[in-house]
């Protein structure tokens, strides 16, 4: 008889237990499927892109880049003061040749400026050699699209006359200043005598 009380103390004890074990598992199934739908509808929501989809400035933007970020490239070329006409491919070309231009080892110290209207690229700036000039002209030649271009790059001694043209004011500025400072010099000297 013991062992009977023993078995159905047993019994009963394992009836508690098991159904607990089969809802931890439960539990435990329920989670990882709710994790599973979370990762996945993370996975499944758009993420916001930036505004400029090309963040490698390795590698030149496609046409469908600039198609969809056309606006701002427009912005960009009226806040720097450049021209982009109502060419069809105006606006890629000109995207384009300027990469292209900033893309080229032997440009690199030049200052370039692009403006297109109707296919037809437009070059100003200064570079340093005329090797470079004519360097400019032919890697915006090359851009795939391009009719023709204007070539109105100045050669500068150092490439980059805004640097000159700064230090020229300043050199100015001191040969004035100087050129005063001696006037009244001389004239306190008059005074004096």
């Known amino acids: 008889m013991r062992q009977r009380l ?3 103390i047993a019994i009963a004890v394992l009836s508690i237990i098991l159904p607990g074990c089969d809802n931890a598992n439960n539990n435990a199934n329920g989670n990882l499927n709710a994790n ?32 969809r970020n056309k606006e701002q490239y427009q912005r960009e070329a009226k806040g720097s ?41 437009t070059l100003s700036g200064t ?25 109105q790059l100045k050669v500068s001694a150092s490439g980059n006359t805004n640097g000159n043209a700064n230090a020229n004011a300043n050199a100015n500025h ?11 010099r001389n004239a306190n000297r008059n005074a004096n005598r």
């Open 6 to 8: 023993l078995g159905l």
């Open 36 to 67: 599973a739908n979370r990762n996945a509808n993370l996975a499944a929501s758009p993420t916001p892109t930036p505004a400029v989809a090309n963040t490698n400035s390795n590698r030149a933007p496609t046409r469908e880049e600039y198609e």
């Open 81 to 121: 003061g450049r021209t982009i006409g109502s060419g069809v491919n105006d606006g890629w070309l000109w995207v384009k040749t300027r990469f292209d231009l900033a893309a080229a080892d032997d440009l690199r110290d030049s200052t370039i400026n692009v403006d297109v209207d109707n296919a037809v690229v």
């Open 127 to 151: 570079v340093a050699s005329a090797a470079q000039r004519t360097r400019a002209e032919q890697v915006a030649k090359a851009v795939e699209g391009v009719k023709s271009v204007r070539n």
């Open 174 to 184: 001191n040969a004035n200043a100087n050129r005063a400072a001696g006037t009244n």
